[in-house]
């Protein structure tokens, strides 16, 4: 793989993962119905939820098929155990779970007999200093940039992961970083908005940036290129789960900044 700073990209939206968080349909080439799992844990005092569901054929216009009734347990260094409950279709939460920088998190899904397991280590969190917008001329159009500002921590490899949310509504827009070419060193990247997305004054304009698991970074750097590229086939990223199925399981910390455009 190439050495890279950042790509800017605008992904395929399916649904909504929380009120503001939308989940991302993972697009393939081979069999229809396959399990995709979904999960996310943090070190915020928040809902913490894993979504499963198997997916679709490309030409189908609905959405992925839930799947319910399965059992979803997530795992500590100390072997605490978090039990994660169906609390809608497909959708399994866990209450009073922080997770920990620097500590080891196992997924664990039991569906129709198969268990599939995944571990992610959660990174030291890394706060996102300050972010800005302006505008740019991109081609023939106008089109917003928004600047985000950090300190990386020295001698250790750090990924992140930034989402953009204008008035608590995540955009089709990302940004993926690592520490390449600049480890030790303050940083400012700029994540060039989708021209769909209107922006004005008054607007409130909010940046998520997530420390992720060096090894998610690979994920979501797959989906980009294909995002990226749309005459290339579609394929499979490299999930963190085995035996093989569709997704991620990612323990990450979370730092967000806001501002209102003005």
């Known amino acids: 793989m190439k050495k890279h700073m950042y790509y800017a990209i605008t992904l395929s939206i399916l649904?909504?993962?929380?009120?503001?968080?939308?989940?991302?349909?993972?697009?393939?080439?081979?069999?229809?119905?396959k399990l995709?799992?979904?999960?996310?844990?943090?070190?915020?005092?928040?809902?913490?939820?894993?979504?499963?569901?198997?997916?679709?054929?490309?030409?189908t216009t609905g959405t992925s098929t839930p799947v319910s009734k399965a059992l979803v347990v997530v795992r500590d260094d100390a072997q605490q155990e978090y039990l994660f409950r169906e609390s809608d279709n497909g959708i399994y939460t866990?209450?009073?779970?922080?997770?920990?920088?620097?500590?080891?998190?196992?997924?664990?899904?039991r569906v129709d007999e198969q268990m599939y397991t995944a571990t992610s280590k959660m990174p030291e969190i890394v706060l996102l200093d300050s972010i800005a917008v302006e505008k740019t001329s991109f081609g023939n159009k106008e089109r917003y940039k928004v600047k985000v500002f950090y300190k990386d921590p020295a001698d250790q490899r750090n990924s992140y992961?930034?989402?953009?949310f204008v008035n608590n509504k995540q955009t089709g827009d990302m940004l993926v970083a690592n520490d390449d070419f600049n480890d030790g060193n303050k940083v400012n990247l700029s994540?060039?908005?989708?021209?769909?997305?209107?922006?004005?004054?008054?607007?409130?304009?909010?940046?998520?940036?997530?420390?992720?698991?060096?090894?998610?970074?690979?994920?979501w750097y797959t989906l980009m290129q294909q995002s990226n590229r749309g005459n290339i086939t579609p394929s499979n990223p490299p999930s963190n789960i085995k035996p093989t199925a569709l997704g991620y399981f990612s323990a990450y910390t979370t730092s967000s900044k806001s501002l209102i455009v003005d």
């Open 15 to 33: 649904t909504l993962f929380t009120a503001c968080e939308k989940i991302i349909e993972v697009k393939v080439n081979d069999a229809v119905g």
């Open 36 to 59: 995709v799992i979904e999960g996310k844990i943090n070190n915020q005092d928040s809902l913490q939820e894993i979504r499963l569901s198997r997916n679709v054929p490309l030409t």
């Open 94 to 109: 866990a209450l009073g779970f922080i997770g920990s920088p620097n500590s080891n998190y196992t997924m664990e899904v």
């Open 161 to 164: 992961r930034f989402i953009a």
């Open 191 to 219: 994540i060039l908005l989708d021209e769909d997305i209107a922006i004005k004054t008054g607007d409130n304009l909010s940046i998520e940036m997530q420390c992720i698991d060096n090894n998610l970074h690979n994920y």
